[in-house]
């Protein structure tokens, strides 16, 4: 759960340089990103909950193990996307 916490964690930082660098930018660009970073949350959070739940239904330990990989490999990609998309806009400042 360590990975997952410290996955959680790349996740934050992405969305807080996202968040700056979408201060800087124009309208657009500015609701694009805030879009996808809500996005982004909002499919984190479900399947966290997701994970919750089967742990709270008595799933396997093999079955937990799998899902919290998968999780853990989703924000992953969430954060990577978030951050391209924020080092893109950045690119893109005047």
């Known amino acids: 759960m ?3 916490r410290n996955r959680a964690v ?7 340089l996202a968040l700056t660098v979408a201060a ?3 309208d657009d660009d500015v609701d694009d990103l ?3 970073v809500e996005e982004s ?6 399947e966290a909950e997701e994970l919750k739940k ?11 193990e ?11 990609d969430e954060a990577e996307d978030v951050q391209k998309e924020a080092e893109d ?4 400042l005047p």
């Not at 790349?10 to 807080?16: E, I, K, N, P, Y």
């Not at 949350?41 to 479900?46: A, H, L, P, R």
């Not at 799998?66 to 992953?76: F, P, R, S, V, W």
């Open 66 to 76: 799998d899902k919290a990989d998968e999780l853990t490999d989703d924000i992953q």
């Open 24 to 26: 800087c930018g124009g």
């Open 2 to 4: 360590d990975a997952l």
């Open 89 to 92: 806009l950045q690119d893109n």
């Open 54 to 64: 089967d742990v709270e239904d008595g799933a396997s330990a093999d079955e937990i």
């Open 34 to 36: 805030r879009d996808q």
């Open 41 to 46: 949350g909002e499919k984190i959070k479900t």
């Open 10 to 16: 790349a996740l934050l930082a992405a969305v807080a």
